[in-house]
């Protein structure tokens, strides 16, 4: 068990930021929010799987809707404490935890809000780790879990259950509904079981969340590269956006942008965005698409640009990062890929770059030196499962060693086939260039 | 397979509004198939050489840009969006840097326009084939107007078209925009068809349009076509030479229609002129057939070229009819042998001041005729009748004699204007004072030519005055008076003396109008009838004597010994009636009677 402090919360929303790959709402004012909750009640646990008692009832919690709605017509303070009371009456079980449906954005600080406000600890994982437009566009419907009964609350004290309703159902009575209760609701799924949980969701995501805040506003690019296999893919001057009504599932606008390099050389990079940033092309060739994370950082700032505000005439970064390898299966790939936001072409994997090449390249042989100092400490594996980085922990931060072989240890223990070998297959194909 | 580029099928009529947005490198690629695509595979494998179109339902679930690469990675030459939006400057960057031309293009129906391009490219006989074909069943339907050849090869070809005069003026169908290349300068060999460009993205096709003997164009036929590939060209080159052929048919029928018009007129009014006095029934159809009015008051005009003309005058016949009708002139006109003669006919007997008011029409008419058609004009008087028709003219033709005759200013004379000359225009013409004439003048001629005879004659016509000649003829004073005191000598006279002086001015007057006389082959005071062949046989022979050296001429030698016996008598005729005869005698005999026995042979007849 470790603490998320106050002070944590700037690294944690960054990070939550960066995962978000520029949906999911600006992190700024849930953050302020989150800070003064945090330094009157104190800080909250976070609980590994295997820290919570077997029969414990694990409940997700977030926010959906429009978050600029969100920001003009703040909360009222009690949304969240309402939505778990409710699901908890509604299926008459105590509720022993909160989880992160999505850790990305305000779906990340949502849950560390609730667990302050209701004195819960909170499960160290989330069902997506990565900005999604879409409730059912998590690993729970990837392991054939059902998030309903859905208890759904509004600013204005009014609480409501979606129940019976299967993932995408639900997911479609939450968007009609909204419109209905402000633009905005908190919401909180059905108690999960330990074993559901670890079906269900990746272990370590708020860690890593925190972590990756933290090294991306110390600038440490080859820590990043390294663990989180973050890299940049381009830097320069956005040149162009457009934006353009779309039709189709996830309603909406999408844009695109180019952004001409820095280095004056007259590359291009176009990036596709809808609520998220989803391809980066360049030369007509897809060099970073969903499910992987593709991020648009301004000059300067550590944490992601809110597609919504990336302009004519910023200079920025962009990075990209894997994602899950849930997300690379076939299943996965249908809930998450290019064809899931309307594009008509295969996932293309992440390449290694040129900026990840040096780090990536040195990954082996720390990866080496890691798994022969301690082989007995599988510890290693704190993101191997998840962020298909097994090396790179070993030059990680002694903290994140120990929090990540607890975890590491629940990703063994719900019996996930992939684990470090997995992970390894996932390397030797992000670097076919060796 | 045909040589088609990108460049050349964006010039197609079918592909008119779309813009290249980038790639320009590669418009010079050839096109090889037309492919339609939708999905990202689809692009992957486009034949090589494709011009692809994105189909408009596809945009939304693609990224242009990787379309783009694949097709172009699968050899694709061309790709064509739909729709602009879908275009940001990723698109156009990459265009450029893979040398692919990119197209934007509003496309309704992307198969339709597939199957046209395709027919371009893979089939163009059909398309050319299609507009020979239209364009014969048109050509041979309707009439046979250039307006109407010009409107069935417009819309068969879809292009601009004009017919030009020769000198480059529109005569008729649209306004084109003519680089000045394709009529000024040396000109070209102008067999067959030009192509020349009609500015940026414009070319025209030139066919000249000519009736068999032609030595030059007589008009060109313009096509305006967009630049295009190679078999667009050519079927727009087959369709104006085809339509080519339709225009010189009617301009031969037009020539043909204007001949056969001026040799009746002709003929009509030789009728007219013989009998006068017993207009039948036959001749008064005719007459009316042709518009003319044989009653009433006609004023007489005769046209006769100041230069022998190099051709037949019947060609520029409806030229002078046009340049007199729009300048006032609107009566007949009919070729003579030697010129026209054109009549003015009012109901009433027109005031005495008319002729003013004609003259001055007159001489605009002239001032607006090409150079190489340089007239005199002589006007005669009113007179009433068909009797009054013959009289006119004649005198219309004395005074284009006069006129002739006259100061080099004068182009258009009437009869009423020349008072006294008209008294002395039968002394100038007898005969027996033209050989005199002639004789007199002889020593000058042999000795100095014509700078002296003309010197005196100028001399005179300015009132013996040396300075005024010396600025008329452009030389010095002094030459005027050198060559004055030269002629007095060689002919023994005294220009102060006013009897020496009238009877050398009368000689020169006379002298010119003879030689005026025999340039023009037409005896004087003779009526303007049309002249049998024997005549004008021997008009041209005096011509050719005339203008001629007189001594030393091998036809003169030739005849003089058989008209032997007519020249001693003559010539002591008109010896005795000289004053210098029996100086000049021996040597001016010879050739002025030789002269004068040629003029007796062309009046007699």
New interface residues.
């Given amino acids: 068990m470790w603490r998320i402090e106050a002070t944590d919360v700037d690294d944690l929303a960054t990070g939550a930021s960066l995962f978000s790959t520029g949906g999911g709402g600006d992190v700024r004012l849930l953050s302020a929010l989150l800070k003064r909750t945090l330094t009157e009640r104190g800080p909250v646990p976070v609980v590994g799987f295997d820290e919570l008692p077997p029969d414990a009832h694990v409940v997700p919690v977030a926010g959906a809707g429009s978050y600029t709605l969100f920001e003009e017509k703040p909360m009222a303070g009690d949304e969240l404490i309402r939505a778990v009371d409710k699901i908890a009456l509604h299926t008459g079980v105590r509720v022993d935890a909160i989880a992160c449906d999505a850790a990305a954005g305000v779906m990340l600080l949502f849950p560390v809000l609730a667990a302050a406000q209701l004195g819960l600890p909170l499960v160290d994982a989330d069902s997506a780790r990565r900005g999604v437009p879409r409730m059912d566009q998590s690993l729970l419907t990837f392991a054939g879990l059902q998030i309903a009964p859905l208890a759904v609350s509004d600013g204005g004290g009014g609480t409501l259950i979606i129940d019976g309703l299967d993932n995408e159902g639900t997911e479609r009575a939450m968007r009609a509904m909204l419109a209905a209760i402000g633009g905005w609701a908190c919401y909180a799924m059905r108690p999960l079981s330990v074993a559901e949980c670890v079906r269900g969701m990746a272990p370590g995501s708020v860690r890593a969340a925190v972590e990756l805040g933290a090294m991306s506003r110390r600038g440490e690019e080859e820590a990043l590269a390294a663990k989180y296999g973050l890299r940049t893919l381009f830097h320069g001057k956005v040149t162009e956006v457009r934006r353009q009504p779309m039709v189709g599932m996830a309603a909406g606008s999408a844009a695109t942008a180019v952004i001409e390099h820095a280095d004056g050389s007259g590359r291009v990079l176009r990036v596709e965005m809808q609520s998220e940033y989803l391809l980066a092309i360049e030369d007509g060739e897809v060099t970073a698409c969903v499910p992987d994370l593709v991020c648009v950082v301004e000059h300067g700032a550590a944490r992601c640009l809110p597609t919504e505000r990336l302009r004519y005439g910023l200079w920025v970064r962009v990075l990209a990062m894997p994602c899950l390898p849930e997300w690379r299966s076939p299943a996965g790939l249908e809930l998450l890929g290019p064809r899931a936001f309307g594009y008509d072409f295969d996932y293309v994997p992440l390449a290694a770059g040129p900026e990840a090449g040096g780090p990536e390249g040195a990954g082996p042989e720390g990866a080496g030196a890691g798994e022969a100092s301690s082989p007995a400490a599988p510890s290693a594996t704190f993101d191997t499962s998840d962020m298909s980085v097994s090396s790179a922990s070993s030059a990680a931060p002694a903290p994140s060693d120990s929090a990540a072989g607890a975890v590491g240890h629940h990703g063994r223990d719900r019996g996930d086939p992939r684990g470090r070998g997995d992970a390894s297959d996932g390397r030797a194909t992000r670097l076919p260039r060796g | 397979m045909t040589d088609i580029t990108v460049r050349a099928l964006c010039g197609t009529e079918e592909l008119a509004e779309a813009q290249v947005v980038g790639g320009r490198s590669g418009l010079d690629r050839d096109v090889r198939s037309i492919s339609v695509i939708s999905?990202?595979a689809a692009a992957e494998t486009v034949p090589t050489g494709s011009f692809v179109i994105v189909a408009p339902d596809?945009v939304?679930?693609?990224?242009i840009?990787?379309?783009?690469?694949?097709a172009?990675a699968a050899g694709a030459v061309a790709f064509l969006v739909p729709d602009s939006?879908r275009v940001?400057?990723?698109?156009s960057?990459?265009a450029d840097?893979?040398g692919m031309p990119l197209l934007v293009a509003s496309v309704d129906d992307p198969l339709r326009l597939a199957q046209r391009l395709d027919r371009v490219v893979n089939a163009p006989e059909l398309g050319r084939a299609e507009v020979l074909n239209h364009l014969v069943r048109r050509l041979h339907r309707d009439p046979l107007t250039p307006d109407g050849v010009l409107s069935v090869l417009g819309s068969a070809l879809s292009a601009k078209t004009a017919l030009l005069g020769a000198d480059g003026a529109v005569v008729a169908g649209d306004d084109l925009p003519l680089p000045k290349l394709a009529f000024g300068g040396p000109k070209k060999s102008w067999e067959g068809v030009l192509r020349v460009s009609g500015g940026p993205g414009r070319d025209l096709v030139l066919v000249p349009v000519s009736v068999a003997g032609d030595t030059q164009p007589a008009m060109w036929l313009v096509v305006d076509i967009p630049t295009g590939p190679r078999t667009h060209a050519q079927s727009a080159e087959d369709a104006a030479l085809l339509a080519s052929w339709a225009l010189s048919a009617w301009l031969a029928e037009r020539r043909l229609e204007g001949e056969r018009d001026a040799r009746e007129r002709t003929q009509l009014l030789s009728a007219v002129l013989d009998r006068p006095g017993r207009i039948d029934r036959h001749l008064a159809q005719r007459v009316l057939r042709a518009g003319w009015r044989l009653d009433g008051w006609h004023t007489g005009i005769y046209l006769r070229p100041s230069e022998p003309p190099g051709g037949s005058l019947v060609r520029y016949t409806e030229y002078l009819h046009a340049a007199l009708t729009e300048h006032g002139i609107s009566g007949p006109l009919v070729e003579r042998a030697t010129g026209w003669v054109a009549w003015l006919t009012d109901a009433e007997e027109p005031p005495a001041t008319t002729y003013r008011q004609t003259v001055r029409w007159l001489k605009t008419a002239l001032v607006s005729l090409p150079d190489e058609l340089s007239l005199v004009v002589g006007v005669g008087r009113p007179y009433q009748g068909p009797e009054g028709i013959a009289t006119t003219l004649e005198e219309a033709y004395q005074a284009s004699l006069l006129a002739a005759a006259g100061s080099p200013d004068t182009k258009v004379a009437h009869i009423d204007e020349l008072g006294l000359q008209r008294l002395l225009a039968d002394w100038y013409t007898s005969e027996s004072f033209q050989a005199y004439a002639r004789k007199l003048l002889e020593p000058l001629s042999t000795a100095g030519g014509e700078t002296l005879l003309r010197t005196v004659e100028t001399y005179l016509d300015h009132e013996s005055s040396t300075s005024t000649t010396a600025a008329a003829l452009g030389v010095h004073r002094n030459t005027v008076a050198d060559r004055i005191a030269r002629a007095e000598r060689l002919l023994g006279v005294t220009l102060s003396a006013p009897d020496d002086r009238l009877v050398v001015q009368l000689a020169c007057r006379t002298h010119r109008l003879g030689t005026v006389e025999r340039g023009s082959g037409t005896a004087p005071g003779s009526a303007p009838t049309p002249q049998t062949p024997q005549a004008s046989q021997a008009s041209q022979a005096g011509a050719a004597a005339g203008a001629r050296p007189r001594s030393g001429d091998p036809l003169d030698a030739a005849s003089a010994p058989v008209a032997d016996g007519d020249k001693e008598h003559d010539s002591h005729e008109i010896s005795g009636d000289g004053p210098d005869a029996g100086r000049h005698g021996a040597k001016a005999e010879g050739s002025a009677v030789n002269a004068g026995g040629r003029r007796r042979a062309s009046s007699g007849s």
């Fill in positions: 999905t990202l596809a939304d679930g693609v990224v840009d990787m379309l783009m690469r694949a172009r939006a940001v400057s990723s698109t960057r990459l840097k893979t």
